[in-house]
């Protein structure tokens, strides 16, 4: 799972966007390399919680908005991005708000107290529908507030970097720029995609296994998965935090190379990493019991209509975190 940063340059509705200062800056400094090699896009809806109609008791515990979020990628097209807040008990308790950490240019803008978020994956199709649901069946409890898209984003490859661009225009309520999102993701080695990828792979065996079309009876084991399953064992949770650490110190060298002031930036945020970490756990109980049950999760019958259900919710939380806009 590919470790990212996003970085987000506001813009005013009349003003010329921060794009071409980015492209100009990339292609100034990294020369031979700043070619686009692909084109890429997204869109995201935000929804909120709506206000309750009666008034605040003097022991009422002081409310914090609640978001739903809607996000599809091009190059994740298998599968859409659910962001949901989380129904808490302790309601009254303001939650860890640092979740998009301004850089040290930008002005210092209160962000608001919200309650813990849930991300979850849906089939691609199925978002614009679970929208309208929400939209319409739903609508005393979420109003909508705003949809963002990227239309035409480049893509870069320079060095261990993929560098993707673009300008973010809100199309509803009313259309306008908001400004220019860059993100930043590490393509070298990295322990977290080693993890994912062994994952992947299990999972697949599983599936064979379990297929009546493929030939053998699924017991046998490839030569190498003595060592394949020794690598878990030796990693620890803390392991993938200190990766994600280092990793995010080499993404933020990367961008202060760039000299953009203003920006917002949205890499370690809450539950970054999670996923990793669970798989990491998955491959450590099946190490010690022996037995291949990684592919017996809730994600098993996805394996042939989607590869990798958890593909790119890091970097979907980060989007998420930036195009809140503190509404």
């Not at 739903?68 to 949901?84: A, D, E, K, R, V």
Request: aromatic residues 8%; proline residues 8%.
């Amino acid at each position: 799972m590919p470790l990212s940063g996003v970085f987000f340059i506001p813009s005013n509705p009349n003003a010329a966007t921060a794009l071409g200062t980015v492209t100009e800056r990339l292609t100034s400094l990294f020369a031979d390399e700043a070619t686009p090699v692909s084109r890429w896009a997204l869109e995201h809806k935000l929804m909120r919680d709506t206000p309750s109609c009666l008034p605040p008791s003097g022991t009422q515990r002081p409310a914090f908005p609640k978001f739903m979020q809607f996000l599809s990628l091009t190059y994740y097209p298998n599968h859409g991005f659910i962001y949901t807040s989380q129904q808490s008990d302790n309601a009254g308790t303001a939650p860890d708000t640092a979740a998009a950490t301004p850089s040290s240019s930008q002005s210092t803008q209160a962000t608001p107290a919200t309650t813990p978020m849930v991300m979850t994956t849906v089939p691609l199709s199925s978002t614009g529908a679970l929208y309208q649901h929400f939209s319409y069946a739903c609508q005393p409890f979420w109003c909508h507030r705003h949809t963002v898209t990227v239309p035409n984003g480049v893509v870069y490859e320079i060095g261990d970097f993929r560098v993707r661009v673009g300008d973010v225009r809100q199309t509803q309520p009313a259309v306008r720029m908001r400004g220019t999102v860059v993100e930043i993701e590490w393509r070298g080695p990295s322990l977290s995609t080693t993890l994912s990828g062994l994952y992947q792979s299990q999972r697949q065996k599983k599936a064979a296994a379990h297929n009546p079309y493929t030939w053998g009876n699924g017991d046998e084991d490839d030569d190498d998965s003595g060592i394949d399953m020794a690598f878990p064992d030796s990693v620890e949770e803390a392991d993938i935090e200190a990766e994600y650490a280092a990793t995010t110190s080499l993404i933020r060298e990367f961008w202060a190379k760039l000299g953009i002031e203003g920006a917002r930036e949205a890499i370690l945020v809450p539950d970054v990493g999670k996923e990793v970490k669970e798989r990491l756990r998955k491959l450590k109980q099946q190490g010690k019991q022996g037995v291949d049950r990684v592919g017996q999760d809730s994600s098993g019958p996805q394996l042939d209509e989607d590869p990798d259900p958890d593909a790119g919710v890091d970097v979907a939380r980060q989007f998420m975190e930036i195009f809140r806009f503190n509404r």
